[in-house]
């Protein structure tokens, strides 16, 4: 039973591209809901869907790259890090949007100023802080899980295919 099981997960090039079809499909949903639902990302939620891409990229170009046993693991393990890392930055949202409302920080100005007119430096500190904006909670899939919930669960997910590309056997 449990072979049978294994026999049916894809072979290491077809979940490294499904895993691309998953992140290409998640970046879709966050544009949805930025240009249709008119829900504007803050500057934790834009980190976030950077490592979101990273995830897709490396996972794509392992789908595309003919490579060995250890070339494979290098890859998926390279993935791995990237949803570590965006999972990082969905938890600080999530332990924003949980603070009592007396010690969420002071919004800052919107993304788009900041770019414009703050060095590089300071605009990437924005976006790996996160200020008030990132703690406000606007949509709630089933009125239940925010957005950055939804997230940590996207990177959890994606994690462990990655451990799993890493870890299988041929």
């Excluded at 600080?92 to 002071?106: K, N, Y």
């Excluded at 994606?158 to 299988?168: I, N, P, T, V």
Aim: glycine share 10%; with cysteine.
């Amino acid at each position: 039973m449990a072979q049978s099981l294994l026999d049916r997960i894809p072979g290491s090039r077809n979940l490294n591209f499904m895993i691309f079809l998953a992140c290409t499909s998640i970046i879709g949903v966050a544009l949805y809901m930025e240009h249709v639902m008119l829900l504007q990302p803050c500057g934790l939620c834009i980190t976030q869907r950077v490592f979101v891409i990273l995830v897709g990229f490396i996972c794509l170009a392992s789908a595309l790259h003919k490579t060995g046993e250890a070339g494979r693991r290098n890859y998926a393990l390279a993935a791995a890090s990237m949803c570590i890392a965006g999972g990082y930055f969905a938890g600080r949202q999530i332990w924003l949007q949980h603070l009592p409302e007396d010690q969420v920080p002071a919004c800052g100005p919107g993304l788009s100023y900041i770019m414009d007119n703050f060095p590089l430096m300071d605009m990437l500190s924005f976006l790996l802080k996160g200020d008030g904006n990132c703690a406000e909670v606007t949509w709630r899939f089933l009125g239940i899980f925010s957005i950055a919930e939804l997230a940590m669960g996207g990177f959890i997910g994606l994690f462990a295919l990655c451990l799993y590309q890493a870890l299988r056997k041929g």
